[in-house]
Antibody
Framework: QVQLVQSGAEVKKPGASVKVSCKTS????????IHWVRQAPGRGLEWVGR????????KYAQKFQGWVTMTWDTSISTAYMELSSLKPDDTAVYYC???????????????WGQGALVTVSS | QSALTQPASVSGSPGQSITIPCTGT?????????VSWYQHRPGKAPKLMIF???NRPSGVPNRFSGSKSGNAASLMISGLQAEDEANYYC???????????FGTGTEVSVL
C-alpha cells in the first residue's frame, strides 16, 4: 500500500536550519510529484513547494523562495525539505503529500505523510 | 498569493445537509477545473474528499459532492453524520506566482 513516512519532531533555535524527510513506499517514486504543505498552530494549510523527481524540477511558493530547498534521493524513494534561517513563525506541522495522478494536471494530493512538528524557539 | 476564502465554521444537525463555499478569483477557481477538497481531523493527515471539482476518490461516501460556478466552488455534505466533524479545506491550481493555493478552512460541527 502507498505510504509516506516522515521524520520525527524537531526543536530548533531561531536562525538554525531544519531538514525533514519523507520516505515513500508502495509506488514508483519517480512517477509522482511530492508536495510539501505546512500548518502553523491555529492556522490553515499552506502550500510550500513541490518536487518532480522524474524531470528534476522544483517549484516553491513565492514566500519561501530563497530559504527553502527541496531535494530527493531516488535510490531510497525519499524526499527532503530543508528550511533555513528559521523564525518562531515557522513553527508548524510540515506534511509531505503525493501529487495525485487521478486528478487533472496532478493538481491534488491523494496520499499524505503523518506530519512532522517543527518548533522554533529560543 | 492570497488564500481562497471559506467561512470559519458551519454546523448542522445529524441527517441535515450543509454546504461549504470557497471563493477565489479568475486566476484560480474561475480559470481551472482543478478544485479539490480535503477533510482534516486534529492530529491526523488530511484526506482527499473531492478532486477535479466534483469527483470522489474510491472509498469516499457519496454523501460528499462538489460543484463550481464562476470563481466559487462548494462542498456539500448530505445526511450529516457525527464522523463528519472536522476541518475542511478547498484547494485550487493558480496561474499566479504560487501555483497551488488552499482555502482558509472551515470547521464543521454536528450539533
Amino acid at each position: 500500500q502507498v505510504q509516506l513516512v516522515q521524520s520525527g519532531a524537531e526543536v530548533k533555535k531561531p536562525g538554525a536550519s531544519v531538514k525533514v524527510s519523507c520516505k515513500t513506499s508502495g509506488f514508483t517514486f519517480t512517477d509522482y510529484d511530492i508536495h510539501w504543505v505546512r500548518q502553523a498552530p491555529g492556522r490553515g494549510l499552506e502550500w510550500v513547494g513541490r518536487v518532480t523527481p522524474n524531470s528534476g524540477g522544483t517549484k516553491y511558493a513565492q514566500k519561501f523562495q530563497g530559504w527553502v530547498t527541496m531535494t530527493w534521493d531516488t535510490s531510497i524513494s525519499t524526499a527532503y525539505m530543508e528550511l533555513s534561517s528559521l523564525k518562531p513563525d515557522d513553527t508548524a506541522v510540515y506534511y509531505c503529500a503525493r501529487g495525485g495522478k487521478i486528478c487533472s494536471g496532478h493538481c491534488c494530493y491523494d496520499f499524505w505523510g503523518q506530519g512532522a512538528l517543527v518548533t522554533v524557539s529560543s | 498569493q492570497s488564500a481562497l476564502t471559506q467561512p470559519a465554521s458551519v454546523s448542522g444537525s445529524p441527517g441535515q445537509s450543509i454546504t461549504i463555499p470557497c471563493t477565489g478569483t479568475s486566476s484560480d477557481i474561475g480559470g481551472f477545473d482543478y478544485v479539490s477538497w480535503y477533510q482534516h481531523r486534529p492530529g491526523k493527515a488530511p484526506k482527499l474528499m473531492i478532486f477535479d471539482v466534483s469527483n470522489r476518490p474510491s472509498g469516499v461516501p457519496n454523501r460528499f459532492s462538489g460543484s463550481k460556478s464562476g470563481n466559487a466552488a462548494s462542498l456539500m455534505i448530505s445526511g450529516l453524520q457525527a464522523e463528519d466533524e472536522a476541518n475542511y479545506y478547498c484547494s485550487s491550481y493558480s496561474s499566479g506566482s504560487t501555483p497551488y493555493v488552499f482555502g482558509t478552512g472551515t470547521e464543521v460541527s454536528v450539533l
